[in-house]
């Protein structure tokens, strides 16, 4: 509810009526809005989770815009700019679904600025050369699609609302990046190689994207009970893989996994384990990238401080 | 570490209502902060039309949006039929709902009332075919909106940015090609 | 058109292509650090404007030379030295704080826009084709700039402060905007461009008058730096090295 201006309407179910209700709706299919009443355990997931996945995309948009500059041709530029822009407009969108549950942005961004909230992973890992643009593209956008088009159907409509906006965009940015990658593959020998090094660092990251195995995720169950995901980590990993393995493979590219073949018995690719010590590095905080990506958010916030100030400043002089 | 929480604004946060086409009703994109309407039509702007379609966009305080859903209407069925004029003077809102589950609110129509509450009654009333299943209102005079001028000027630049279209990545006819070629391949070697 | 005016108006697209180039470049470094996520997309739409802008220029050259557009426009930005860009100084500067990326993106575009709605009478077709189209994108970059300076001008004492100063620092690079280019004389006497006098008559009293109205002052005992567009300040080579950086690896790869 937005306007404070009404009495809010009461409600007189016991919790058990009101989590049985709710329960029911989900079971139909129905979404909740703001307003609706949904257990406090939903709101804080939720929010826990929009909020992470915003700070990623807002994270996110460091190491692509690293090689911004230096976009090897005018078209390339457009692009990526483009691209890094568009995920500045998903991390303003998840904001914003956020919002409708009660955070705001300023307790948002304080959470992610003290390192309170957590964001992907995947972005404390380095751009070294252009051919990261390509593999960023492909596996990690792919991979985001994945959970995106999942989150797509979830039970909170504003969430879900916000993700059919994402997706749609999301689907340049991977195709872009196969479009690097392709390039790359099949150009030069340096370049090949360019992008099998590429390849090489961002794969195992990209699998850990998913998070932890689902007998190891704390979170998973509830999440699947009420509708906020409707697959486990380690379906929509192994739905990556079966999907990208076989593309790369077929443009000349290896992927670093010894493990890895296709099991005719099972229809699916098998890979072999991740290193998950490596994983839980990285999410404690001891990434390659870590301190940088947070440095850099903080400078941003702290020059825009002064910014952001004078523009309410001017509107409490001259227009109320 | 910081203590720029304490000190931090982003401002105010005003909801963006997208316009695709001239025949199609307005809905609801987003929202932006904005110091003011002014620049919250701005920035609404760059947000929500990166890509084509959009002929108008409106933007409103978010805070002045009196919202309601089913479930809270159905909780107190009588509730609305309780809902009295305030005496205040009469004006113009405008009356957004969600018609289907999966949808976005949509613009179905004004009511002139004196508060937000009757406005609602009042929509209701007045439009018996489009309940749906969650309800604006707000003052018709607290939109900001974008002019048949703006057009031009606001949307048509990104008809022309066709590097952000998927469409014009030819990656994936590339790939198919070599991954049959692979097949043909495999197939004969067995 | 005869040979002299045809190399003095290649000359003259390239000044206007390497201007919005380099200012388009500098705009997308804000990208992932504006003051707000809502500027962080919005400034990026303005970098994507001032670049899309530079390639419709450098294309219009390369069409003159009978030219191979997009390979022309790459060379162009990706092949040329230091010495060879014809930008003025004021777009290679450093981006600086929110203040002076504003006010630099707002003078730029006020001459920018004074321009085109010149160009688009241009006695050159294809010139004033672009030029009407481009000017589209200029209103709303102006509104866009004016509304920022506006309220930067007149916000906070800080705000206005750091406005004031990134004007002083500003102003003669700006000045140097409206400066002739080689052989502008004779694009001006055949109608392919404006009188380049009474448009620099015309930017100083409208970005004097707006700048006023904003609270600030321009400075008045700025020094003449001897700015043509033939000399560089060390920032471009550092700005270029970066830019090129990809490219050159292989110049005769695909990327
Ligand atoms: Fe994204
Ligand atoms: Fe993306
Ligand atoms: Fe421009």
């Known amino acids: ?320 | 570490m910081t203590d720029t929480h304490t000190r931090d604004t982003q401002w105010l946060r005003y909801m963006v209502l997208h316009q695709e086409r001239e025949d199609k009703p307005h809905q609801h994109a987003g929202t932006v902060h904005a110091p003011d309407a002014e620049m919250a039509l701005l920035n609404a702007r760059d947000v929500f039309v990166r890509r084509p379609e959009c002929v108008s966009l409106w933007v409103v305080r978010a805070d002045l949006i009196f919202t309601c859903t089913q479930e809270e209407l159905a909780l107190h069925p009588d509730w609305i039929e309780s809902l009295q004029p305030s005496g205040n003077p009469v004006e113009k809102y405008y009356f957004f709902a969600k018609l289907t589950q999966k949808g976005q609110f949509t613009h179905i129509g004004e009511v002139e009332a004196q508060n937000p509450t009757h406005a609602l009654k009042i929509a209701l009333q007045a439009y018996p075919d489009t309940h749906g299943f969650a309800w604006w209102v707000f003052p018709v005079k607290a939109v900001l909106k974008s002019t048949p001028d703006d057009i031009a000027v606001m949307f048509g630049p990104a008809a022309v940015k066709d590097f952000r279209d998927q469409a014009n990545f030819h990656a994936l006819s590339v790939l198919r090609k070599l991954m049959r070629k692979q097949e043909v391949e495999e197939s004969h070697e067995s | 058109m005869n040979p002299e005016s045809k190399q003095a108006l290649i000359d003259y697209l390239i000044t206007m292509a390497d201007d919005e180039l380099i200012l388009g470049h500098r705009n997308s470094e804000w990208c992932g650090h504006a003051p707000i996520l809502e500027e962080d997309i919005a400034f990026a739409n303005i970098a994507l404007d001032e670049i899309g802008h530079a390639i419709v220029w450098y294309e219009l050259a390369a069409d003159l030379q009978g030219e191979e557009r997009e390979a022309y426009a790459n060379h162009m930005v990706y092949f040329r030295d230091v010495r060879d860009y014809r930008n003025t100084q004021l777009v290679e500067l450093p981006k600086g704080d929110w203040a002076f990326t504003m006010l630099r993106q707002y003078l730029f575009d006020q001459f920018e826009m004074m321009r085109l709605e010149k160009l688009a009478q241009s006695s050159y077709a294809p010139f004033a084709e672009a030029a009407t189209k481009i000017r589209t994108e200029e209103i709303y970059h102006l509104r866009h700039t004016q509304a920022w300076a506006r309220r930067l001008g007149l916000g906070t004492e800080e705000s206005h402060r750091r406005m004031q100063a990134a004007l002083n620092d500003l102003w003669p690079y700006a000045l140097a905007l409206c400066e002739p280019s080689n052989r502008a004389e004779l694009l001006t006497q055949g109608g392919y461009i404006p009188d380049s006098r009474a448009l620099k008559t015309a930017w100083l009293e409208q970005v004097t008058a707006y700048l006023g109205e904003v609270g600030l002052a321009i400075p008045t005992d700025s020094s003449n730096l001897p700015l043509s567009r033939t000399h560089h300040t060390e920032h471009l080579g550092q700005l270029l090295s970066d830019l090129q950086q990809v490219a050159r690896l292989d110049p005769m790869a695909k990327w």
């Open chain 1, 1 to 320: 509810m937005y306007g404070a201006t009404v009495e809010p309407i009461e409600d007189i179910r016991t919790d058990a009526e009101k989590l049985a209700g709710f329960e029911a709706r989900i079971a139909r299919g129905e979404k909740i809005e703001p307003g609706d009443w949904m257990p406090d355990e939903y709101r804080r997931q939720l929010i826990r989770m929009i909020s992470q996945h915003a700070h990623s995309e807002v994270v996110g948009m460091l190491p692509e815009g690293a090689f911004i500059t230096r976009a090897p041709n005018l078209r390339r530029k457009l692009i990526l700019i483009a691209k890094v822009q568009d995920e500045a407009g998903h991390g303003q969108y998840l904001y914003h679904a956020a919002e409708t549950l009660g955070a705001t942005r300023e307790e948002m961004l304080d959470a992610l600025l003290s390192g309170k909230a957590k964001y992907s992973s995947i972005f404390n890992y380095p751009t070294l050369s252009w051919a990261d643009m390509g593999a960023i593209g492909w596996l990690v956008d792919g991979a985001a699609i994945l959970n995106q088009t999942m989150l797509a159907r979830c039970s909170y409509g504003p969430y879900a609302r916000a993700m059919v906006r994402i997706c749609a965009e999301e689907n340049f940015h991977r195709r872009q990046g196969q479009d690097i990658v392709i390039t790359l593959a099949l150009g030069t020998p340096e370049q090949k190689a360019m992008m099998q090094d590429s390849i090489n660092r961002w794969w195992w990251p990209t699998l850990m994207m998913f998070g932890p195995h689902d007998t190891d995720s704390s979170n998973s169950a509830v999440l699947i009970r009420w509708g906020i995901k409707t697959k486990t980590n380690d379906e929509l990993r192994q739905a990556f893989v079966d999907q990208t393995a076989p593309e790369l493979m077929a443009l000349g590219l290896t992927i670093p996994d010894p493990d890895l073949h296709y099991d005719a018995a099972t229809e699916h690719w098998h890979f072999g384990e991740i290193n998950w010590d490596e994983f839980w590095n990285v999410v404690k905080g001891n990434g390659p990238c870590n301190a940088e990506r947070m440095t850099a958010r903080r400078q941003a916030h702290e020059d825009g401080l002064w910014v952001r100030e004078a523009m309410a400043a001017y509107t409490e002089k001259y227009q109320s």
